[in-house]
């Protein structure tokens, strides 16, 4: 079974814990609300891909989360480092690889608009909050230009904002818990 693939081999007693953040920073991503609104809806359609892919991953405890932020995109993982490390390698390459989001992309899209819409709702004093760290922060952007960008945005439009964001990227990293010198090289 797939779930086999993430016990197999780790011992389930005296295991170390580990976490590792990976995050990826994009220049595309300044581009403005449009790149915002891309780069999450990306993120959205790829996370359903992964979540089915790696159910039994987290089953077997082993955890991640896909996330992005005003630089670009994460990826944080943590539990059982024995099996860490293989998990982390196999959610870099479909991160990289993965471009077909027909399946879910009007989904996405759809629930995007929907989260976008009911931060419009918010009372007086968020908004007031959210407008105040969208004029402090770099490539933050208000929720009702995301919102405008995406009702426009095609599939093809959020495939090539992808491969924009996948053509120049830094990469920084953390890593702590229980990890050997060679499981960090």
């Known amino acids: ?5 993430w016990i197999s081999g780790a011992p389930m007693f005296n295991q170390r ?8 920073e994009c220049p595309e991503n300044s581009k403005g609300a449009n790149a915002m609104a891309a780069k999450r809806l990306w ?17 077997a405890g082993l955890n991640y989360r896909l996330y992005g932020h005003q630089g670009g995109f994460s990826l944080h993982t943590s539990g059982f480092g024995i099996k860490q490390q293989h998990l982390i390698s196999e959610l870099i ?9 027909s ?3 009007e989904f996405n899209k759809q629930s995007l608009s929907n989260s976008l819409k009911n931060q419009l ?3 007086p004093v968020n908004r007031l909050f ?7 922060q770099r490539h933050s952007y208000a929720s009702s230009g995301v919102l405008e ?5 095609s599939l093809k439009d959020m495939l090539s904002t992808r491969e924009s964001m996948l053509d120049n990227y830094a990469i920084q990293g953390f890593m702590h818990g229980h990890w050997r010198e060679d499981d960090a090289n």
Do not use: P, W
């Open 43 to 59: 993120l959205g359609c790829l996370n359903d891909v992964i979540q089915s892919r790696y159910y039994a991953a987290e089953i």
């Open 103 to 105: 399946n879910s992309f």
């Open 17 to 24: 814990l580990a976490d590792c953040y990976i995050s990826f």
């Open 121 to 123: 709702l918010n009372k």
């Open 1 to 5: 079974s797939n779930a086999e693939i």
């Open 93 to 101: 390459q479909h991160t990289i690889k993965h471009d077909d989001f």
């Open 149 to 153: 960008e995406l009702q426009s945005l």
């Open 130 to 136: 959210t407008r105040l760290s969208v004029l402090m």
